[in-house]
């Protein structure tokens, strides 16, 4: 039986993203544009393999549980992507006005993401991070716990590493996981932004 308490909680979280939803793309997950390095097109998705959506851990979640695991996973992995960018751009750090300056505008390497994986898990793994999947996933269902959560983070990381065009994965995934979701698909995105919010400090949910 679900308590009082989630019963609140989730009434809260869809008053907080009902006005997000309205005005927001489908897949528009960041509350600014990314650098255009991130701003890659990439072609209607594939349907979801069943790979993409099989629990790596064996934690007997639900699909949909794993489903929003990943989801989470995938979009704040990108959000620290764009902040290690950002981090390491001499025109960014100096405010320079030539775009020239400004490393966060190319496109970025393959296998990119392997290269400075350590640098990024460094910006992503806050205390926030776990937390923010939990509230996520808890938005829909009360299942799971934070190892299990870990445990399906990491794996997921680990597979995002070996990708030859890291952005590219991460849309095609986030679009691919979407669709293979069977709740409250056109409100996830809204959740993925306020997450994200959260992880950053904006939002002390």
Known sequence: MTSASTMMNSQNIGQATA????????????DSPPPPSLLIQTSSPPPPSPQLLQ????????????IDIKLATHHLVMLALIDFLHDTCYGCQTAHPS?????????????FFDTYYDDV???LKTFRFIPAIRLFVRAYANDGTK???SRIAEHTMTELRSS??????INDNIAQLLEASRYARRVKPAM??????YWVGRHLV
Do not use: K
């Not at 006005?19 to 960041?30: G, K, P, S």
């Not at 629990?55 to 794993?66: H, K, N």
């Not at 993925?192 to 919010?197: D, H, P, Q, T, V």
């Open 19 to 30: 006005a997000l939803e309205r005005d927001m793309q489908a897949w528009d997950l960041t």
């Open 55 to 66: 629990d790596p851990t064996g934690s007997g979640l639900c699909e949909e549980t794993i």
């Open 99 to 111: 775009q020239v300056q400004h490393s966060c505008l190319h496109e970025l390497s393959e296998y």
């Open 121 to 123: 898990m460094l910006r």
């Open 147 to 149: 190892t299990q959560f």
């Open 164 to 169: 030859q065009h890291i952005v590219c994965a």
């Open 192 to 197: 993925l932004r306020m997450i994200g919010n």
